[in-house]
């Protein structure tokens, strides 16, 4: 069947330094890849959305700049968080999704921020 | 951009009752409406969605129901069980794009046995 797997389930990091993630989608191929993050009691938010064949788009509040996004083909996604600081923690989602098909996502990877 | 407001914060019901979790959204253009649950320390999984051409969707004890004139959105759940226990929440999206989606702030639901 379909899923989205991310990777690392869990991590730490050290206050200014960065951490990369990862996203596989297995038995699909994501046309779409949108990066969320849920930070400590609050709902999800939209970080930014890739598509194949299309420059990634950013919400307002997250830039490239912070969150640089790979998206080299259609099973896999990667998403760095740099120099990250304590309002950086949280849930991080990985939302992929197959032409006109509801997205599927994976477990998240849970940053915490030391 | 799209802000979708989950009106319940939480909810609690008895075993066999019925729930209901209410959500608003503002743009019009928004005609995609899924529902996810997470229970505790797991992350999202997809409950039921509804598409703006139609005003209601029933899968076994979910039903959304969806009111575009009001930009309204609710999940209806019968016979509630304990393992019904989660965060619901409700998100909207434009059909051109379902995985951009805005989510509502969520609702814990807790089933009292």
């Known amino acids: 069947g379909a899923l989205v797997y991310q990777y690392p389930r869990r991590t730490i990091c050290k206050s200014g330094t960065s951490m990369r993630m990862e996203c596989q989608a297995v038995g699909f191929q994501a046309t779409s890849v949108a990066w969320y993050r849920q930070s400590p009691q609050k709902t999800f938010e939209l970080i930014a959305l890739s598509t194949v064949n299309s420059a990634i788009k950013y919400e307002q509040n997250f830039t490239q700049e912070k969150f640089p996004i790979s998206h080299p083909n259609l099973s896999f996604s990667s998403m760095t968080v740099l120099n990250a600081y304590l309002e950086d923690r949280g849930l991080y989602l990985c939302?992929?999704?197959?032409?006109?098909?509801?997205?599927?996502f994976g477990e998240g990877t849970r940053l915490s921020v030391l | 951009g799209e802000k979708v407001e989950q009106h319940e914060s939480t909810l609690s019901v008895r075993e066999g009752d019925s729930a209901v979790i209410n959500c608003t959204y503002t743009?019009?253009?928004?005609?995609?409406f899924p529902w996810y649950k997470q229970e505790a320390g797991k992350s999202l999984h997809f409950v039921i969605d509804?598409?703006?051409?139609?005003d209601r969707k029933q899968s076994q004890r979910l039903t959304v129901l969806l009111d575009k004139k009001a930009k309204r959105f609710s999940l209806h759940i019968t016979a509630t069980q304990p393992e019904d226990s989660a965060i619901y929440f409700c998100a909207a999206s434009l059909m051109s794009n379902y995985n951009v989606l805005y989510f509502g702030s969520g609702t814990k639901l807790t089933v009292e046995p």
């Open positions: 509804i598409r703006s051409n139609v």
């Open positions: 743009d019009t253009a928004s005609s995609y």
């Open positions: 939302g992929a999704m197959a032409d006109n098909q509801a997205p599927l």
